[in-house]
């Protein structure tokens, strides 16, 4: 899945994603930046069960519809349930020029230790 070694910047040498691997504490503070976009890309309906506060629902099928929407944004952090989606958003963010991603250990809802910021 994803290659988790504590680098900055990695590579899935699967498909040569690019992205920004931080610690819980740095995204954290990346969320609540307004200059960055959080991004849900899980569906409408997981999203309205649970979602970060502040995240913008974008299905990752719906990604290659952001082509210049968030060219502007200091950072794109993305998030799913698990990861896997998380890991195809990056694919598809990358094709379209987007170098600015951030993750957290995979991208995943489930693993996000602040639940004061989870909002059900």
Same mark, same amino acid.
């Given at each position: ?40 890309? *899980? #569906? $409408?309906?997981?999203?309205? =069960?649970?979602?970060? !506060?502040?995240?913008? /629902? %974008? ?25 896997? *989606? #998380? $890991?195809?958003?990056?694919? =598809?963010?990358?094709? !379209?020029?987007?170098? /600015? %991603? ?19």
């Amino acid at each position: 899945m994803f290659n988790f070694l504590g680098r900055r910047r990695c590579k899935c040498a699967s498909r040569n994603l690019i992205y920004n691997l931080v610690n819980y504490d740095i995204a954290k503070k990346l969320i609540e930046d307004s200059n960055n976009i959080l991004i849900d890309v *899980r #569906t $409408k309906r997981e999203y309205d =069960i649970m979602h970060i !506060l502040n995240a913008v /629902n %974008i299905p990752v099928d719906n990604l290659k519809m952001c082509e210049e929407e968030y060219k502007h944004k200091n950072a794109i952090i993305i998030y799913c349930s698990s990861g896997i *989606r #998380t $890991k195809e958003a990056i694919y =598809i963010l990358n094709s !379209l020029g987007y170098t /600015n %991603i951030y993750i957290w250990e995979y991208g995943s809802l489930s693993n996000f230790p602040y639940k004061d910021m989870i909002k059900m």
